[in-house]
């Protein structure tokens, strides 16, 4: 008889396939903004900027260069990729199919956002199958992760923006299974700088992973009522986020000559867009509007065919995903605790952000916290003593229906409203 371990890595491969197949059918194609493949390609090529900034593309211009703003962990996951394209007779078919001018770096995005994309669907299979869950339960939350939710429509589209969100995954489904297995100090720190350098606000979510395992860096001792810290284990843990954090300082000063994150700060200070963002890049004043994308904002009802489409403005999350409402009823225990912190922690940071994520679909900053938040909307639902019940299946089952409605029209009918 197959072990438990062993038909949860098995549901896991299945979950990767329905994934890639799934993606790759719903898929829009290449995207015009392929800033991450590009950075790819000119590291390769041994540079950190182009020469000239292409007109429709999102870049820092200093110095004569244009420079790529976002964190670099989707070029890295991309490097392989370009680097295997370069090589003929792969490089003269991709060429060709581009039309005879240059790589399609723009479909080679897209594709490894899908690969990843997939490969997140599985790594969430794998981390449910470590809660105590009965085997159902933590299909359906990889169900819901993978297709109940606005990580579908983000991960086949595979735009800039959207491709960070599908790298942050990665690094934060391979922290939680760490995390909720042997919790390898350094294994959680690298997981976690592979999401901060895809979004910088992981930083601050970290207490999160010290919450739910302090038997991992604490050390009680009868006759001590403080008890003491596992230094090692904590210099572990830290060492591959401070290991991140110089080197983007490095990359910030070798671009910039400042260790400060100044590429986006250049966008937004532009004279046409300054006056869009009266309070800089963060501020508390901007929580408003983040606040009615995430829970207020509703999708476009008209009178004609497909009668209800979503606004690429934002929909709040629990119409984009009923079935996160379940997440308040997890058990309340430490494992809740520190999904909840986690969260807060996030959303501290995203609501005074200076933008509200548009386009997309649903409130896409949301998928920074979707892994805590899948945790607690399956343990709301499902336990080995207390198995998912019709009732749940029924509200993932809506739940998937609406973002198949959702990918259906902004993919494939290709109808982009903003009201």
């Known amino acids: 008889m197959p072990t438990e371990d062993a038909i949860g890595r098995r549901d896991a491969w299945w979950f990767f396939l329905a994934?890639?197949?799934?993606?790759?059918?719903?898929?829009?194609?290449?995207?015009?903004?392929?800033?991450?493949?590009?950075?790819?390609?000119?590291?390769?090529?041994?540079?950190?900027?182009?020469?000239?900034?292409?007109?429709?593309?999102?870049?820092?211009?200093?110095?004569?260069?244009?420079?790529?703003t976002n964190p670099p962990s989707p070029a890295i996951a991309m490097l392989p990729f370009v680097w295997l394209a370069q090589f003929e007779p792969l490089h003269a078919w991709l060429v060709k199919l581009q039309g005879g001018?240059?790589?399609?770096?723009?479909?080679?995005?897209?594709?490894?956002?899908?690969?990843?994309?997939?490969?997140?669907?599985?790594?969430?299979?794998?981390?449910?199958?470590?809660?105590?869950?009965?085997?159902?339960?933590?299909?359906?939350?990889?169900?819901?992760?993978g297709f109940g939710g606005i990580h579908w429509y983000h991960a086949t589209v595979g735009s800039v923006w959207y491709f960070a969100h599908v790298t942050h995954a990665l690094g934060m489904w391979l922290c939680i299974?760490?995390?909720?297995?042997?919790?390898?100090?350094?294994?959680?720190?690298?997981?976690?700088?592979?999401?901060?350098?895809?979004?910088m606000e992981t930083i601050v979510a970290v207490p999160f992973v010290l919450i739910g395992r302090p038997e991992q860096w604490l050390l009680p001792r009868a006759d001590e009522i403080?008890?003491?810290?596992?230094?090692?284990?904590?210099?572990?843990?830290?060492?591959?986020?401070?290991?991140?954090?110089?080197?983007?300082?490095?990359?910030?000063?070798?671009?910039?000559?400042?260790?400060?994150?100044?590429?986006?700060?250049?966008?937004?200070?532009?004279?046409?867009?300054?006056?869009?963002?009266?309070?800089?890049?963060?501020?508390?004043?901007?929580?408003?509007?983040?606040?009615?994308?995430?829970?207020?904002a509703w999708p476009i009802v008209q009178g004609t065919f497909p009668w209800v489409l979503p606004s690429v403005g934002g929909t709040a999350i629990w119409i984009t995903t009923p079935a996160f409402l379940y997440a308040l009823r997890a058990p309340l225990d430490r494992l809740t605790a520190a999904c909840w912190l986690g969260i807060a922690l996030f959303l501290g940071i995203l609501i005074q952000h200076c933008g509200t994520g548009m386009t997309q679909?649903?409130?896409?900053?949301?998928?920074?916290?979707?892994?805590?938040?899948?945790?607690?909307?399956?343990?709301?639902?499902?336990?080995?003593?207390?198995?998912?019940?019709?009732?749940?299946?029924?509200?993932?089952?809506?739940?998937?229906?609406i973002n198949a409605w959702s990918v259906w029209v902004l993919n494939i009918l290709s109808i982009q409203k903003l009201w």
Not at 133 to 144: H, I, K, T, V
Not at 263 to 277: C, H, N, Q, S, T
Not at 368 to 381: A, E, K, V
């Open 101 to 145: 001018w240059e790589l399609p770096l723009g479909l080679m995005q897209v594709a490894v956002s899908i690969l990843l994309g997939a490969v997140n669907v599985g790594l969430a299979r794998v981390a449910l199958g470590r809660l105590s869950l009965s085997r159902a339960g933590a299909n359906w939350g990889a169900a819901l992760f």
């Open 19 to 68: 994934a890639l197949i799934v993606y790759t059918l719903t898929s829009p194609g290449a995207t015009g903004y392929d800033q991450y493949a590009r950075f790819a390609k000119v590291v390769l090529e041994g540079s950190l900027s182009l020469p000239e900034r292409p007109p429709h593309l999102e870049m820092a211009e200093y110095e004569g260069r244009a420079y790529f």
């Open 226 to 296: 403080i008890p003491r810290f596992r230094w090692r284990w904590l210099f572990a843990f830290a060492a591959p986020l401070v290991g991140v954090l110089a080197l983007n300082s490095l990359y910030n000063f070798v671009r910039f000559g400042t260790i400060e994150n100044w590429g986006y700060r250049m966008l937004i200070e532009k004279p046409d867009v300054a006056p869009l963002y009266p309070y800089g890049l963060l501020s508390i004043k901007y929580w408003p509007g983040h606040v009615h994308v995430l829970f207020n």
């Open 361 to 401: 679909l649903g409130y896409r900053f949301a998928l920074d916290f979707y892994p805590l938040l899948i945790l607690l909307t399956i343990r709301g639902m499902d336990s080995r003593a207390r198995p998912i019940r019709w009732w749940h299946i029924g509200i993932i089952l809506v739940s998937i229906f």
């Open 177 to 199: 299974i760490e995390w909720l297995g042997k919790a390898r100090p350094a294994l959680l720190g690298l997981a976690l700088a592979v999401a901060f350098w895809s979004r």
